[in-house]
């Protein structure tokens, strides 16, 4: 079993920063790409940004030169680095990994809990 945790979330003001982090734990082979999405409420979750295991990221237009995704492959984690957040950016965050959990095993995806991001203007 795979679990997906985030952490980091919180209210900040409009400009301020936050970084979010998420640790995947469990019965993992290998992780492949590393995401984050959003939900606001009322709206469909979106991705934010993801990163292969080859540090390979892709950004939607909105928060490129904003917010930074990386990760550690050694410890399972993967962080989004968030700055000059705008009240549009609130939203609850979720993390989302492409695990094997065996060498053959099929890749699955997996979700964690989310955390929640407030900006206030």
């Known amino acids: 079993q795979v679990h997906v945790v985030e952490s980091g979330g919180g209210l900040v003001q409009a400009g301020g920063s936050l970084r979010l982090s998420c640790v995947a734990s469990g019965s993992i082979f290998s992780i492949n790409t590393m995401g984050w999405y959003r939900q606001a409420p009322g709206k469909q979750r979106e991705l934010v940004a993801s990163?292969?295991?080859?540090?390979?990221?892709n950004y939607r237009d909105s928060v490129k030169g904003r917010f930074t995704i990386s990760r550690d492959n050694a410890k399972n984690t993967a962080y989004l680095q968030m700055y000059g957040l705008q009240p549009e950016d609130t939203a609850v965050y979720y993390c989302?990994?492409?695990?094997?959990?065996?060498?053959?095993?099929?890749?699955?995806?997996?979700w964690g809990q989310g955390t929640q991001v407030t900006v206030s203007s």
């Open positions: 990163i292969t295991s080859g540090s390979s990221t």
């Open positions: 989302n990994a492409d695990v094997r959990t065996s060498r053959f095993a099929s890749w699955r995806d997996y």
